[in-house]
């Protein structure tokens, strides 16, 4: 079963109170050890300064991907003590092993990778950035501290641009951004307060549960909500977007949504399920679907296609990649009560659409019980 640090249940119409409910005694424990680790972690070792890191520019105007890609990142996080970074083939198959593993010694979640193949980690210290094919103990190019400057309390998703751009999105729904050459304890360069904090008033996003960015600095995010604000399942903002502003756009979804990614072309991609049956302790049965919008949509926009049904093998789902060839990678989980979890990742065809079954999967014995909102990267 799902630990304390693990709030794996997203919020929908049917099951509202119940699921914020859980949601809250889930997140109680982690946030405590999480918080305490961060101040202990950063007496030391968390000065400012404004260089080092990705200095390939602030995401705009980069030269699209169109290759596959050669490997994926998940992380393994026991309930207690130190996450794993681990390292599959791209194109692995049925149960295998890690080819590389990144051993950072703190608790882990939400990785990913900018075009360079530099890895990104949220540790109980922060924001770290490592060298593309680092392996073992890592030493970091940059971190972005947990302090009151940097403004970072408990951080729900991450994503970075292609050119080393990070933003967050954080358990208050605030939504921050660092550019690729921002490093030590700084403030963001925009942040856009959440639903309930000071300033959010324009914002739907009450928890900023995945988010994304694109080359041009488009933010996306896939919110949760509580009993009194049920948001969209993607909130959109501009490139210049900064304080207390709305959204550029919103896009209704289908189902629940946990997660959202992008392509180079700006397409939209969500990973959620239609429907669950919860029957706690033992069982969290879900249907799960992934959807593709345009790039353009907006509000009740349909999606292009959909890939969901019981060949797709897809369950409870979160954690969303694209490749430069199309392909699609998702986190699914087939029982989160269960004890080890097994998550594993399904891989789809470009043009997969309906009820198809995907064009490879793999489990791992090393990759039993993944991050928080599990989270997944490409390179």
Known sequence: MRTANHPIFPLNFDSLQLLETLATVFRSAFCAAFIVAALLLCVTGCGGGNSGGSSSGNGTGTTANTSAADNIYVIQQPATGNGTILEFSATASGSVSPTATITPGLPLKQVN????????????QGISEYAAGTTGTPTSLRTIPVTTTTGIYQIDGMAVSPTGDIVIGQDGGD?????????????????????????????????ANQVSIDS????????????????????IYGPSANG????????DGTGIVNAVTVDSAGNIYTAGEVSCTNSPPTSYLCTGIISVYAATATAASAPTRTISGSATQLAFLNGIKVDGAGNIFVVSIDNPYATPEDPAVLKFSATASGNVAPTSSFTSSAWTTPDLNPSIALH
């Open 216 to 235: 041009s600095d488009n933010l996306y995010i896939a919110p949760e909500g509580i009993t009194t604000v049920i948001p969209p399942a993607v909130v």
């Open 175 to 207: 939504v921050d951004e660092w550019s690729a050459t921002q490093s030590g304890s700084v403030a963001p360069e925009r942040r856009i307060p959440g639903y309930s904090q000071t300033g959010g008033s324009l914002s739907p996003v009450v928890v």
């Open 113 to 124: 990778t900018d075009q360079d193949g530099n890895i990104y980690i949220v540790t109980t």
């Open 244 to 251: 207390t502003v709305a959204p550029a756009r919103t896009i």
